[in-house]
């Protein structure tokens, strides 16, 4: 929680209430108050949008890091070693049982905010491109799309050069040539891209599913069976 109030106190023990309930994650809604900035309430609900829409991973309107974490998805937290974790999107992600709890944020007792447009923004960026590939591959489609007007080029230099006839001398060759370079260059950056998508999902090393409860296990083999692989048809 934060250290300048706005995260109220007198919370935690709803918070704590909850978690008893059996919820391992109790997360925290904030209710913008009818005088927060408009274009801090409008650029974070379309963040919440997008994100959302781009990772597939479903967040609240308004998430706050203000929360209560059971012990269990600490020590699952501590399994990520990619740098920058981006909290609000991994907690849903791991699945664990979770509910919210709605509060008004309060003025901040002290200080100023330390959170201006451009750190927001970068934060928000930072979250995105932690979880999707939808960025690169738009990138990709961007090129594929250069690529085709590229190739477009070249028939109407062929067309202008021996249909028409209207072509100037030598700009038909230079406008193909250069055409054709574009769009092949367009098109193997894209499959670089794919590549480096592929390689970016496997160097963050997240596991590949969550343990929540092991039943008729001892403890001495758990280790021997979470790192053995298993492989068949079946």
Not at 194 to 216: K, Q
Request: hydrophobic share 45%; proline share 5%.
């Amino acid at each position: 929680m934060d250290a300048d109030l706005q995260h109220p106190p007198e919370l935690i023990p709803i918070l704590v209430a909850r978690w008893q309930q059996g919820n391992k994650i109790v997360f925290t809604v904030r209710l913008d108050s009818a005088d927060a900035p408009f274009l801090k309430r409008t650029t974070s609900r379309w963040f919440y949008k997008l994100f959302s829409f781009l990772s597939g991973v479903r967040l609240e309107e308004g998430m706050a890091d203000f929360r209560l974490l059971d012990r269990q998805v600490v020590t699952t937290l501590l399994q990520f070693h990619e740098g920058g974790l981006f909290l609000r999107g991994l907690l849903p992600w791991i699945g664990y049982p979770s509910c919210k709890v709605e509060y008004q944020a309060h003025r901040p007792f002290a200080g100023q905010t330390k959170y201006p447009l451009t750190k927001m923004l970068r934060f928000a960026w930072n979250g995105i491109v932690s979880f999707s590939l939808i960025p690169l591959r738009l990138g990709i489609g961007v090129g594929l799309i250069t690529s085709l007007i590229a190739f477009g080029g070249i028939v109407y230099a062929i067309y202008g050069r021996f249909i028409s006839g209207s072509a100037v001398p030598g700009w038909a060759s230079a406008v193909s040539i250069i055409s054709f370079l574009f769009g092949v260059l367009f098109v193997v950056l894209g499959l670089i891209g794919e590549y480096i998508g592929r390689i970016f999902m496997e160097v963050r090393g997240r596991p590949r599913f969550v343990i929540d409860e092991s039943i008729g296990i001892e403890p001495g083999l758990k280790a021997d069976v979470d790192s053995r692989r298993f492989t068949g048809s079946g």
